[in-house]
């Protein structure tokens, strides 16, 4: 679907003539937007440009996590409050000031309109809504609690996107502050050392401390090499992205040890976790049966261990075997969620089971990556104390043998 592009002139609510242009799907809805602005429309004219069109070319997902959580509580409002799914489509694309999203809306309007099912329409832009999304709400369209089920599923995002906002968060501060402490300890040994050093030795007879000529040689070294040394890192760098991106057995060999490597490890584990429970229990205590809600789930976890536990976990379900069974040997696995699972299918009602562990997840995620952040930021604090510690010594030092030589 194209966006049409129109001049128009226009009377605002003080009585000012307004001109400028718009891109629309046709007459008519530039009508209807401008009148959502109190516009009253004099005229309107359709016109034809190059640099529209290209800007109408976009990579990559148009709806970013925040905006689909706000599209979906603004929808799941309007149809709670007795709205159809064809008008409240229709206010939400003319409120919306973003052309891209207004096109999408739009396109969302006119394929519901022309009779398709709400779920339908969704499945033709996948990069903007998952699959599990879909399969929610066709759930909901066949059951009649569309309303209820767009709400839901809108908390459902709304809580994966707090998670792992908080994981990153989690993650990223302990960066930030290595990343802080080496440009710190750079800095110094490039620019700092030299120039004391060199009014130090200046004076006949200083011999430099044992510490201050290590950090000397050092700066020296990086800066004599530094093309070298960063050129090489980089390199490195650029090496384990690609084998990471291109080489499938070198990515899950990357995978591996980052769920085993501390802290990090643990917060994806807890994550991926999360997802799983959470998506299982959306789906199968609404009435979606174990395999498809594992086939659904596969296709949108990026982590590949997790994924071949999926597929594992079907390949077992299809055998016979029972439900739990992947969970209990995967060492990437909580105990806690492999025994309530195994706990669930003992009892018959793994759904019931699935939105415990959810709760259960859900409840303490905030607390471990708190516990995390106030376990990591101490240390770290005090790596970089250390080290910018022993580098001040080390500049201090020689001034103070100077001083007692005069």
Request: aromatic content about 10%.
């Amino acid at each position: 679907m194209e966006l049409r592009n129109f001049k128009y002139t226009a009377v605002n609510a003080d009585g000012k003539l307004i001109r400028g242009r718009i891109e629309a799907l046709n007459r008519n809805v530039c009508i209807k937007y401008l009148q959502t602005k109190n516009y009253q429309v004099k005229t309107i004219q359709e016109y034809k440009s190059i640099i529209s069109k290209l800007n109408q070319i976009s990579f990559g997902s148009t709806l970013k996590s925040k905006q689909l959580i706000f599209f979906l509580k603004q929808l799941g409002s309007l149809l709670n409050a007795g709205v159809n799914i064809v008008q409240a489509l229709e206010l939400l694309s003319l409120q919306q000031d973003n052309r891209l999203h207004r096109k999408l809306y739009f396109e969302l309007y006119q394929a519901v309109y022309n009779g398709f099912s709400f779920s339908h329409a969704l499945a033709k832009r996948p990069k903007e809504f998952p699959n599990l999304l879909v399969q929610m709400i066709e759930i909901g369209e066949i059951s009649g609690g569309l309303p209820q089920t767009v709400l839901k599923m809108a908390d459902y995002y709304d809580k994966q996107m707090k998670i792992t906002n908080d994981i990153k968060s989690a993650i990223r501060m302990p960066l930030i502050y290595l990343v802080a402490t080496f440009i710190i300890a750079a800095g110094m040994l490039i620019f700092v050392f030299p120039n004391i050093t060199d009014l130090f030795l200046s004076f006949d007879g200083a011999q430099l401390p044992g510490i201050t000529q290590f950090f000397l040689d050092a700066g020296n070294f990086t800066a004599q090499y530094a093309l070298f040394i960063f050129g090489g890192l980089a390199l490195v760098i650029l090496a384990i992205w690609a084998l990471n991106k291109y080489v499938p057995s070198m990515h899950r060999a990357f995978t591996i040890f980052m769920l085993k490597f501390p802290v990090i490890g643990s917060l994806t584990q807890m994550n991926n976790q999360i997802m799983i429970a959470n998506s299982l229990s959306q789906m199968m205590s609404n009435g979606i049966n174990s395999l498809k809600a594992l086939h659904t789930i596969r296709n949108f976890v990026k982590n590949t261990i997790y994924k071949e536990l999926l597929t594992k976990t079907i390949l077992y379900i299809e055998d016979g075997k029972p439900f739990s069974k992947s969970f209990v040997e995967s060492p990437f696995i909580d105990p806690i969620m492999s025994k309530m699972i195994a706990t669930g299918e003992r009892t018959g009602d793994i759904p019931k089971l699935m939105d415990n562990l959810a709760i259960y997840y859900n409840g303490i995620s905030e607390i471990r990556v708190a516990q995390i952040k106030n376990s990591l930021q101490p240390i770290l604090l005090i790596v970089v104390y250390a080290l910018v510690g022993v580098m001040i010594l080390a500049i201090m030092l020689p001034m103070l043998s100077l001083g007692s030589q005069i």
